[in-house]
């Protein structure tokens, strides 16, 4: 599994239709929209506002975060870098490469997180200590 930084992840456009009088949609569909095919989708929700989530990093597993309602915002750390994103759109993603910490803060209230997931739930595949992130990026740089 390669290394990746925080500047290897995006905001991804989504497809949107849009009807002026019927509203709009959005469609995510394996093969065409993202490079990981989505095997679980998870969501969260009543998130009391300024409340934090997160705080993890997986090993394996690849995602595309969306605020399907609300915002909030995702930073990303790579052990080096930081990247903050404020998402509030129900047509863009982003997308979180393997390997990255990341911290889910400044939720409006009503706001819902969805996740698009590569990987069905595995605890394994959490790091969810800090300075364990840190010594497993360090092993995989060699270091
Ligand atoms: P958690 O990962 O702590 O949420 P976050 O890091 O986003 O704040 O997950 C909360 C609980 O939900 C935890 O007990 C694990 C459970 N869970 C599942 O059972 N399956 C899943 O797919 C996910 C994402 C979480």
Not at 108 to 113: D, E, F, K, L
Not at 114 to 130: F, G, T
Request: glycine share 8%; charged share 25%.
């Amino acid at each position: 599994m390669a290394l990746y930084n925080v500047f290897d992840c995006t905001i991804v456009e989504l497809d949107r239709h849009h009807s002026d009088r019927k509203g709009n949609l959005t469609v995510v569909e394996n093969g065409l929209t993202l490079p990981f095919d989505v095997k679980r989708v998870y969501y969260l929700y009543d998130v009391p506002g300024g409340e934090n989530r997160g705080a993890h990093a997986h090993r394996e597993l690849e995602q595309l975060i969306i605020a399907a309602s609300g915002s909030f915002t995702v930073t990303l750390d790579d052990g080096k870098n930081k990247r903050s994103f404020f998402l509030n759109r129900p047509y863009q993603g982003l997308y979180v490469k393997p390997g990255l910490w990341r911290d889910l803060v400044d939720f409006s209230s009503g706001a819902v997180c969805m996740v698009l997931a590569s990987e069905v739930y595995q605890k394994e595949d959490y790091i969810r200590d800090y300075q364990e992130y840190i010594n497993f990026r360090n092993s995989k740089n060699g270091r």
